[in-house]
């Protein structure tokens, strides 16, 4: 992680880190996820669901795959040193196969945090209550034929006013959706594509959206919380915000400074560089 990348986080509400983990701990991880799901890899015609959820999974791959020294880097800078908690197991796997059924799950959206007692669906609040980031890690080749997560660039920004009046409560993510759509209507679109290993971490308001797979080849990817270890404060007085929480105070505030202040990293301010540089260029609308 460098300063340009974590100014990219605070523009775009992502980065790109490719080769986050190595090619063959995907291997082994898309492996288990095939026996997971019953099909076999050889026989398109056993593919019969165009989308297989899986749960957790806790062998040594993801293990291995979550706790990559890079990514570890990744979070201290961006969410602080202290205040994630470690992960090693990885959960919420979307494999989505080639089919010609269109999936009910492809609308925008932002991921739900936390389940209040007696709630039916996770909800959201400012603080982004017990997620730290949204990540996305690949397990198999995504090109833009193999159904990849469409990610409207800049919308985290979007969500903070949104999710504003909603106070220390909250609202679920069923409620927030045509909302967070709406306030980012205007955003540009980019796919989360790259080859096995790859990883983009989001901030947790990035609003995106699922899409119908209609290409060839099934794609491998988990979309798994990085979790909180304290919670996010967006009134500090020492001034040391994480990327996270300085990127809310941004979406709260038109005239915010477009630069993080002073410990947005945890020991230095950002620069500010030039935003035609990214990391994952957008696509076109």
Not at 27 to 51: F, H
Request: charged content about 20%.
């Amino acid at each position: 992680m460098d300063d340009a990348m974590v100014e990219s986080f605070l523009e775009d509400g992502f980065v790109k880190i490719e080769g986050a983990f190595p090619p063959r701990v995907a291997e082994d991880c898309a492996r288990l996820l095939w026996k997971e799901t019953g099909y076999d890899p050889e026989d398109p015609a056993s593919w019969k669901a165009p989308v297989v959820w899986v749960a957790g999974m806790a062998q040594g791959p993801f293990a291995a795959a979550v706790n990559s020294p890079v990514l570890h880097e990744a979070f201290d800078v961006l969410v602080g040193e202290g205040r994630w908690q470690p992960r090693y197991s990885l959960g919420s796997f979307p494999l989505r196969f080639p089919h010609e059924e269109e999936p009910d799950d492809a609308g925008w959206h932002i991921e739900g945090s936390y389940l209040p007692e007696g709630a039916a669906h996770w909800h959201t609040n400012l603080r982004s209550r017990e997620r730290a980031l949204l990540m996305l890690f690949l397990f198999s080749e995504v090109t833009e034929a193999d159904a990849p997560t469409r990610i409207r660039v800049g919308s985290h920004l979007d969500v903070p006013p949104v999710l504003e009046p909603y106070g220390e409560a909250g609202a679920s993510f069923l409620e927030l959706g045509p909302k967070v759509a709406a306030a980012s209507a205007d955003r540009p679109l980019a796919h989360a594509t790259g080859h096995p290993g790859d990883v983009y971490l989001c901030h947790p308001f990035l609003v995106h959206a699922a899409q119908p797979h209609h290409g060839t080849h099934p794609r491998f990817m988990a979309q798994p919380p990085l979790y909180l270890d304290a919670p996010l404060e967006l009134d500090r007085t020492d001034g040391n915000y994480s990327a996270v929480e300085f990127a809310i105070r941004r979406g709260l505030s038109e005239t915010a400074d477009p630069r993080a202040p002073e410990g947005a990293r945890g020991t230095a301010r950002p620069a500010t560089t030039d935003p035609q540089s990214k990391l994952s260029p957008p696509a076109n609308a």
